[in-house]
């Protein structure tokens, strides 16, 4: 019992710090080891780098709201730690898009509350199915996540290393996170799961782009 309340106390303090608070990274963000490298942006090219930041953020608050709900549902206390292990590296995340995001002068997206609330839910029925399917949706989503960041690896201005940096590391980090979850047990999802995160992953990222 004493574990599912501190599992919802958890859930709740990451709520409040994802959407309202300002987390602090464990590990310093892989801009600084190239700040040195920057170079000047166009006004134009400061706005994009901006925008795409602010879909990684987003992508983040929504990481933060999964595997807190997920860290809820179960009852494997080895996995909930697995889980809330992987959500502080995500945190870092958080914290590097929201450094990047003030550098240049971009604002976070004003739908943080919906998008942490839906993700929140996902998380809840992923869990309700059993360790081994929120496994499975944990692979699916950082698979999704890898490949979303590798787009964004391409369309950010080549002079804005810094946040190419954080894109980068986070890529490998998504990457591992999806590793571990399949080599945890997580179940493949059936292709019209996929089709629909996807879809759902379309308007997210279309959306925080511009509000």
């Not at 310093?28 to 000047?40: I, K, L, R, T």
Request: include cysteine.
């Amino acid at each position: 019992m004493s574990s599912s309340v501190d599992a919802c106390i958890n859930a709740v303090d990451s709520a409040l710090r994802t959407i309202w608070g300002s987390p602090r990274a464990s590990t310093p963000s892989p801009a600084q080891a190239v700040v040195d490298s920057e170079a000047p942006l166009s006004a134009a090219e400061r706005k994009e780098a901006g925008a795409l930041m602010r879909v990684n953020h987003v992508g983040e608050v929504c990481a933060q709201a999964l595997y807190s709900a997920q860290a809820v549902t179960t009852a494997d206390l080895l996995l909930k730690q697995e889980l809330l292990r992987a959500a502080q590296e995500e945190t870092d995340h958080l914290s590097w898009t929201r450094e990047r995001l003030d550098k240049l002068g971009a604002r976070p997206s004003l739908l943080n509350p919906l998008w942490y609330s839906g993700a929140f839910v996902l998380g809840l029925i992923a869990g309700r199915l059993g360790d081994r399917w929120s496994l499975g949706f944990v692979q699916e989503t950082e698979r999704q996540v890898e490949a979303h960041l590798e787009g964004h690896l391409s369309r950010l201005p080549a002079g804005d290393v810094a946040s190419r940096a954080v894109v980068a590391r986070m890529k490998a980090d998504e990457a591992a996170h999806a590793a571990w979850a399949e080599e945890a047990g997580g179940l493949p999802l059936p292709a019209p799961a996929k089709a629909l995160m996807r879809a759902a992953a379309r308007v997210m990222t279309t959306v925080a782009h511009r509000i």
